[in-house]
């Protein structure tokens, strides 16, 4: 790197904003987020200005280490900018969470790859899809890698991609190998096949690659991430590099729920001030279901924003000992429950809020599409990891490494 990106990049160190000033840029931006949600929907893929604003307003360093010119601050941080945005437009909330994730892992790659990505422009984004469907083939020096992946968020405004796949034994009856491939754009191709009920706005589309080499220093192991002893964390030294990757991931997919989901009290509570059905005459604000389903909706999302922060506060706070797998299992389906919950809190509040509730015009029905459509996430069904935090209480050991 030359002197003048060594230079710029200590620039941007001792600029770094406080928290409470990155949650008001947030704040700032959400009235043209609301604006462009109709957009993005249409379009199907994040308008080219959003991804400007929150590059400029240093949104998408919050989790990024320090020398590659980064914020590197608590996890709550980003999860709380994150729910700011998804409260204004859930698409752009769900994109942020993903994209804007993705520095952490790539923190945790070689500091090859991380060269490679950030060594000319640290404000290079990075898009994924962590399906297992890609094809592996062993070769001198790395891999070459074949497939299509789905659900790739927010792929048409980065220029690297990760994708997961399951690496052959280098010995027969070896162990698994999952890897994190990590894929620069002039390797794969964007299938728009993006056309979905909710999230539309996420431009979620297929990703294929044919026959790419990916290098070894540009794989990622999942054991690594899983044991908290990651390539990077040699450079990356900070404690916030030491957490476990999947209790990052996960709460990526889904704290934006927790955003939409005020998003969508805040509209019911208007909707609920002034409306007078015009069917029995009555004053909505006088109706106790509806008002009790509002406040159970208000309480509940709250109380689970509560516990996402209680837990990222647990994870970096002084400990001798590594966090238990009892309290991974715990948070991974803490984490898992909180999409359906939202969905169905907003479902619950849909009928009692009369017809007018049901037009696209309405500030409740793109939300309850989002919130439908973000349950469709592996990751967010608490079904697939009840069994490993009953395992825990037991004394079992997990069956499934991600957590």
């Not at 500091?111 to 899809?129: F, K, N, R, T, Y």
């Not at 900070?238 to 990052?248: E, F």
């Not at 019911?268 to 604000?285: F, L, M, Q, W, Y």
């Amino acid at each position: 790197m030359s002197v003048t990106g060594i230079l710029a990049k200590a620039e941007a160190v001792a600029v770094t904003p406080e928290p409470a000033e990155l949650l008001a840029r947030a704040r700032a931006l959400a009235p043209a987020l609301r604006e462009r949600a109709a957009k993005a929907c249409a379009e199907r893929r994040l308008p080219a200005e959003t991804i400007a604003d929150l590059q400029a307003a240093g949104l998408f360093r919050i989790l990024q280490p320090r020398r590659w010119g980064g914020y590197e601050m608590h996890p709550n941080v980003f999860y709380d900018v994150q729910q700011i945005l998804a409260e204004a437009c859930m698409s752009t909330g769900w994109v942020y969470g993903v994209v804007g994730g993705h520095p952490y892992e790539l923190a945790l790659f070689p500091d090859a790859a991380q060269q490679e990505v950030w060594g000319e422009d640290d404000s290079v984004l990075v898009s994924s899809s962590y399906q297992p469907v890609g094809k592996v083939e062993r070769v001198e020096g790395g891999f070459r890698l074949s497939g299509q992946w789905g659900f790739s968020s927010g792929s048409h405004h980065c220029r690297w991609v990760l994708l997961g796949a399951m690496i052959p034994p280098a010995e027969p009856g070896g162990p698994p190998d999952m890897r994190t491939f990590l894929v620069p754009r002039a390797d794969y191709e964007i299938i728009e096949n993006w056309d979905v009920f909710g999230l539309q706005g996420t431009g979620s589309h297929d990703i294929k690659v044919d026959g790419a080499f990916v290098p070894e220093h540009r794989t990622h192991k999942a054991v690594d991430g899983f044991l908290c002893q990651n390539p990077g964390q040699a450079e990356n030294d900070g404690p916030l590099y030491a957490l476990p990757w999947a209790q990052i991931f996960l709460r990526l997919v889904s704290t934006a729920a927790l955003g939409g989901a005020r998003g969508a009290i805040a509209g019911a509570v208007e909707i609920t001030k002034s409306r007078i059905s015009t069917n029995t005459g009555k004053a909505s604000k006088a109706d106790p279901i509806l008002l009790n389903t509002i406040a159970k909706a208000h309480a509940q999302v709250e109380e689970m924003s509560a516990v996402l922060r209680r837990n990222f506060d647990d994870m970096l706070g002084e400990r001798a000992t590594p966090l238990t797998l009892e309290k991974r299992a715990l948070y991974r389906y803490q984490s898992a429950s909180v999409v359906r919950r939202c969905a169905d809190l907003v479902d619950d509040l849909m009928p009692l809020l009369g017809g007018r509730a049901i037009y696209r015009s309405s500030p409740v029905v793109q939300v309850w599409l989002d919130l439908n459509a973000a349950r469709a996430h592996v990751a967010n069904d608490s079904n697939n990891f009840g069994p490993d935090l009953f395992g825990s209480l037991v004394g079992d050991p997990p069956s499934f490494m991600f957590l």
